[in-house]
């Protein structure tokens, strides 16, 4: 019989429902795991054990009959507790107790959720690591910037966790942990209490072990009284573009054949795959992307940035020169190019229900001193669009790589509806 750790969001809130379970138990069953687990992984910069199981006991008294009531969660270290201390990744806010609790986390409470604690994030969402590593072997990087969140839902010490993404931070440490990330439309979810980077891109994200806990807490940020029901697909057959976009060469074999293995699987399941084409010009978008990120960093961070530079990792502060060198009529072009794209975007899914696209260039590489290449992300982060990276794929050295299912803006609920269809078929 499988731990109560290992249970997902969805079951385990449903099992707590129907008294099968109780919510003490399964907490304390995640922070057992995390006890054996946190000295290899180190996925946490904060755990609250009693106010965890407390919370528990309150939901057990039938005192909290929420959706989500008695499911742990992990917080990325990025997000706001009023109880908890939040450090931002950097030695600037060590020991930082904000006055309030971020929006997600005050509706995930709420909601019932309870918060086991902080996880680890790269310095302000950025490049330089923290001190997680890959849950399956400790060698390699667990990606970043949400690197705590994807290890910890990956290594089962919590069944859900938030995550942020300014370029890739929720889809590629979720390919990396063979977990389920949920990118939302730009602008979906409140940022209130979240650290800003890049206020043109800046989403929170979830870390889940499947769609359907990712529709679950969906539901909670957004108030819905429960998981919104899956619209229906185009006649059970789905129109699949595979697009390999401008970068697929830079991809390491394992995603070659992560992404084609799942493009024949829908193919032959019924679902109509045929190779989508993006206008010529998108392959500048990463460009642009880096040059929009770092002119916002650089404000966002001024006071960091001016007062506290030798703090700064090199790899932060030679971002923050950048944007500071940057002439405001570059980044005013660059915003341009970006709004062109996004308006040309539409006409890609003219054709197409959805795109199959990789999520990261291929199994997480060895050495905690990088959190792998951004680039396959960076494109649909500035495009605004929904995406959901599915776990199922198996490198040669053994460890996870994840597909990315992408649908047009606004359209998260039917994305997350045809992934839910697609997500047993990347697992073959």
């Known amino acids: 019989m ?16 129907d008294k099968k379970l109780s919510a003490e138990a399964l907490v304390q069953s995640c922070l057992d795991r995390i006890a054996q687990r946190e000295s290899v992984v180190g996925a946490w910069t904060h755990l609250d054990r ?4 407390a919370a528990a006991r309150r939901v057990d008294r039938g005192e909290v009959a929420s959706p989500l009531a008695g499911v742990p969660i992990g917080v990325k270290d990025l997000i706001d507790t009023v109880d908890m201390p939040t450090g931002y990744g950097s030695p600037i806010y060590s ?35 923290g001190k997680t590593a890959h849950p399956l072997n400790p060698k390699h990087t667990p990606g970043g910037s949400s690197s705590g969140s994807a290890a910890a839902v990956g290594d089962r010490m919590v069944p859900i966790a938030f995550g942020t993404q300014t370029a890739a931070s929720v889809t590629r440490p979720s ?63 789905l129109r699949i573009g595979l697009c390999r976009t401008p970068w697929w060469k830079e991809a390491q074999p394992a995603t070659h054949e992560a992404v084609e ?31 929009i990120m770092a002119f916002e960093a650089t404000r966002n961070l001024a006071d960091e940035y001016a ?51 990789p999520s990261a260039p291929g199994e997480a590489p060895v050495g905690l001193g990088a959190t792998g290449d951004p680039v396959f992300s960076r494109m649909w ?31 998260d609920d039917r994305m997350l509806a045809m992934a839910a269809q697609l997500e047993p078929l990347v697992k073959g």
């Not at 009693?50 to 199981?53: K, P, Y």
């Not at 971002?319 to 539409?346: C, H, N, T, V, W």
């Open 2 to 17: 499988a731990s109560h750790n290992e249970l997902g969001a969805a079951e385990a809130a449903r099992a707590i429902r």
């Open 50 to 53: 009693d106010g965890a199981l």
């Open 95 to 129: 020991g930082h107790r904000p006055g309030w609790d971020a929006a997600c986390v005050a509706l995930v409470r709420r909601a019932g959720g309870i918060v086991l604690g902080k996880t680890v994030t790269t310095e302000f969402a950025v490049f330089f690591p």
């Open 175 to 237: 390919s990396f942990c063979g977990v389920v990330g949920y990118k939302p439309t730009f602008g979906a979810f409140s940022l209130a209490g979240i650290k800003s980077l890049s206020n043109s891109f800046d989403t929170l994200g979830t870390i889940t072990r499947s769609v359907a806990d990712t529709q679950l807490i969906r539901s909670v940020l957004l108030g819905a009284s429960d998981v919104p029901a899956s619209p229906p697909a185009r006649s059970g057959t």
């Open 261 to 291: 293995k799942a493009a024949a699987r829908f193919a032959k399941a019924g679902h109509k795959v045929s190779e989508a084409t993006l206008p010529l010009e998108f392959d500048q978008l990463v460009e642009t992307h880096k040059a």
């Open 307 to 357: 007062r506290n530079a030798v703090q700064l990792s090199r790899q932060l502060a030679t971002i923050l020169d950048q944007g500071a060198a940057m002439p405001f009529a570059g980044y005013r072009a660059a915003l341009d190019r970006a709004e062109a794209a996004r308006r040309k975007m539409s006409g890609v899914f003219e054709n197409f229900d959805c795109l199959l696209a």
């Open 381 to 411: 982060t500035l495009l605004y669009v929904p995406s959901v990276t599915l776990p199922g794929h198996t490198g040669p050295q053994g460890l996870p790589v994840g597909v990315q299912i992408i649908a047009p803006q606004g359209e």
